[in-house]
């Protein structure tokens, strides 16, 4: 199959199983409109995303975080005059199309379940600056706090980088900060602070509760397995398909939202504060 006739999903993210999963989902609603899918990460490559669409003739893009908020990338992609779909994007909401969920409103619930079980003294593992949705977690963190009358405690807040290794090398100061329960911002790094935690004898859910995000592969093969976010990848990546399906080689075509739901997955990780 020509690159006229697939579509390029370019991403630029450390949690392959992320851009797997929406593939998987664009894979199958392009191919019922005859469209091939052709998937590049560049991350740790050496591959610069730029380079990629500077020569890409795809008939169509969709772009994963942080891609999707990326102005200068998007000027190029746009320059190619093809349809796009950005992906989880958070800047510009009437620019291009937009697949996506609400990433306030999933962090909010989840830190929601640890202050249902009395947690008070939440830390939270923040993504990377780069990715727009580590903000937006943040906040969701901050406003089930704020529901329960809390103030953010910076003792309590850490940042990774989305990697498993960051949530091992960030946990114990984190630990050293007492807090009854942790909400690492994506699973990757939650599996780093499991395995931080059996380092240095700490129990999970007994010690610290923990909870994480996306509901990826390594949040069932971790002991204890993880309460996290389902992020509904593809379902994102079969909506980014319809839209990229409708609008190839159709011109003056409005774009469009779509906001697919989340689902909170509660597993082992998560105890009852004791007293």
Known sequence: MNAAKKVLLLSDNPGGDYASRVRLGLERTCKLAGLGVEAINVYGSGTKSVDVLRASDHAGIALTPPLSDDRPLLSIAEARGVPIVRIAALLDPDRDNIVGMDEFAAASALVGVLTERGHRRIAILCGPQAHLVSLRRYNGYANALAAKGLRVDQALVGRGDFTRESGKREAP???????????????????????????????????????????????????????????????????????????????GVQSRQVSVPFDIVERQSVGDLKE
Request: aromatic share 4%.
């Open 173 to 251: 100061a984190l630990f050293a900060a007492k807090p009854t329960a942790i909400f690492a911002s994506n699973d990757e790094m939650a599996a780093g602070v499991i395995d931080a935690a059996k380092a240095v004898g700490i129990a999970i859910p007994g010690d610290i509760s923990l909870v994480g995000y996306d509901d990826n592969a390594v949040a069932t093969q971790v002991r204890p397995q993880l309460t996290t976010v389902r992020q509904p990848c593809e379902a994102m990546g079969e909506a980014a398909g319809r839209l990229l399906a409708d609008q190839v080689g159709r011109r």
